[in-house]
């Protein structure tokens, strides 16, 4: 079984389209993570969510507005597409437990999403 | 400048050679995260630590909180070892989010 999934695995869209990503994870974690990854294959944080609540929210344009319905799910949604947007989005999942951090926990990461913006 | 730089950035090497790739950090962490990316893309998480060292089969990985500094070592290298090594640190204070170093792209030639 897939522990983090993602769909799509590759997204070609044009400038100016509002698209989603979605990421489910069956490990039990209780807290997500969306990172971007450029073409440099540098790595970001973009959003963290933790039990459904948002707890980081990097400098990232308010065109990208993820959403959690439950801690097994987050999704994100990008309006209004612009070239600069592509690039690899990864979703990861971590446990928080022993009052440590969840990002001192293992983070199990998704497989990817390639967006590319036309 | 990056909190998190890896050394070297690309690393080429035959097949059965000793392999370091390091990391050096500017904050105190909570723990240091070395990931590997395949080229199919996917990233894999090799090792979690926060003091001393951490074995798994052919890999190692040592942390020195002192000098801000870890090392991830691959013996008897192979060629489905190619990939991006990735260290990253959860900072104290962090917000629980990780900071990246660039990735070090290490080839092993059969």
């Known amino acids: 079984d897939t522990a983090v999934s993602q769909t799509p695995k590759y997204l070609v869209t044009q400038m100016g389209n509002d698209k989603s990503i979605k990421c489910e994870q069956n490990?039990?974690?209780?807290?997500m993570y969306w990172y971007k990854q450029d073409s440099k294959k540098f790595l970001k944080i973009m959003f963290s969510y933790n039990n459904k609540e948002l707890i980081i929210n990097e400098t990232v344009p308010n065109r990208f507005s993820p959403k959690s319905p439950d801690k097994a799910h987050l999704n994100l949604h990008i309006n209004s597409l612009e070239l600069g947007d592509s690039a690899v989005y990864f979703c990861a999942s971590s446990r928080t437990f022993n009052g440590g951090g969840a990002a001192s926990n293992e983070q199990f990461f998704g497989p990817g999403t390639r967006l590319t913006v036309l | 400048k990056n909190e998190v730089e890896q050394s070297p950035q690309n690393l080429t090497a035959q097949e059965g050679e000793f392999i370091t790739i390091n990391c050096s950090y500017s904050v105190g962490i909570s723990a240091l995260h070395w990931l590997q990316q395949h080229p199919g893309g996917g990233i894999v998480s090799l090792f979690m630590?926060?003091?001393g060292k951490k074995k798994h089969g052919r890999l190692i990985a040592t942390i020195n909180i002192q000098e801000k500094h870890s090392s991830l070592h691959i013996t008897a290298s192979h060629p489905r070892d190619s990939a991006v090594y990735i260290c990253?640190?959860?900072?104290?204070?962090?917000?629980?989010?990780?900071?990246f170093g660039t990735g070090t792209r290490l080839t092993i030639i059969p």
């Open positions: 490990l039990g974690h209780d807290t």
């Open positions: 630590l926060s003091s």
């Open positions: 990253a640190v959860d900072p104290y204070f962090g917000n629980e989010k990780l900071t």
